[in-house]
């Protein structure tokens, strides 16, 4: 900010204001709701569109035969590069385009972009299409600034994020765009707070137990062998014995908020014996032995961990009741893992948004790690590319809420920001 190139950086982010809530208002205003994936091309025509005028190369890509990807909701993405004049390094800014449900108690309406004291509401203005407006404006701001710069800049706005980003980051990565020689340095403006860096992630094992028994009539239940019981006895253990132990389970990773600092393990769900009655069914149950009964696990575990021992613990536990309950039989079924990731404090990007936060808001930055998963762990495990991190506008606390919302002055920060990281990169 102190040489006449950053002060005429900065005057042309002050310049963009209005076109800045305007895209976000833009954005917010096609509804990408996933599931199922609604106008997913709608949302990256529209984009191609405005980084074509603002002279990038757009490509729309479909990630084919990817998870959840068909003809009536296809996964489209969107990929757009600015080349500079000399060669140089490749900065690129991911954001993902797709939202969360709406939800019950919003007094907005949700797809309407409204600003209201400062305040941009709607769904997915702080997750994530907030961020993603962000990114476009302090790379407009920076080529204007430096028409002259090294390398190159990206932004990609992508599908799928909130249900896993395989028709998403992942398909991206697979295909190579983010190969080390395309790519050297990422940020995904996931709304950590505009003076947070965020590093990484915890990991993740879901998982399905399932237990056994034999169906009989249920006034005579000593014929058949419940299910449900057998599971009483599987949760009680959990309860007693592995709770206690994770939270014994600290780490050095910096996780947000700090109850997230351990090991932890939610049962998302629990299903045993009849099914459900159909909506409308008005009759009695039937009396009956449950013969099944399956939870479904969520178990978030720390870079100190190991997945392979996080699965054996569990395996372990169900031993432990088996030995005492003779007719014990179960079966547990891996839904999804992703390995915890970290980036180096000392990588260069981390170093250049650091000193960049520094600059904007005359504070050193927090460093974060956050308690679920987000696409990083794409770009670290397919794409093999560790100088990541999140760093963007909003308030995370207020990501999947009702009238959710991003500050205006927020955006213009991390703007400034951003801006700032591409000079200091590509400048
Ligand atoms: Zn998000």
Redesign the pocket.
Known sequence: MHSPASSRLMAEIDARRAALIQLTQDLIRIPTLNPPGLNYREICDFLAATLAQAGFTTQLIRAHGAIADSETYPRWNLLARFKGTRPGDCVHFNS?HDVVTVGHGWTTDPFGGEVKDGKIYGRGAC??KGGLATSIIAAEAFIAAYPDFAGAIEISATAD?ESGGYGGVAYLAEQGYFASDRVQHVIIP?PLNKDRICLGHRGVWWAEVETKGRIAHGSMPFLGDSAIRHMGAVLAEIEDVLYPLLATRTTAMPVVPPGARQSTLNINAIHGGEPEPPEGYTGLPAPLVADRCRITLDRRFLIEEDLAQVKSELTALMERVKQRRPSFQYEIRDLFEVIPTMTDRDAPIVRSVAKAIERVLSQRPEYVVSPGT?DQKHIDRIGRLKNCIAYGPGILDL?HQPDEWIGIDDMMDSARVMALTLAELLA
Do not use: P, Q, R, V
Request: glycine share 0%; no cysteine; proline share 0%.
């Open positions: 993902h997750d994530m994020e996931e987000y990501a």
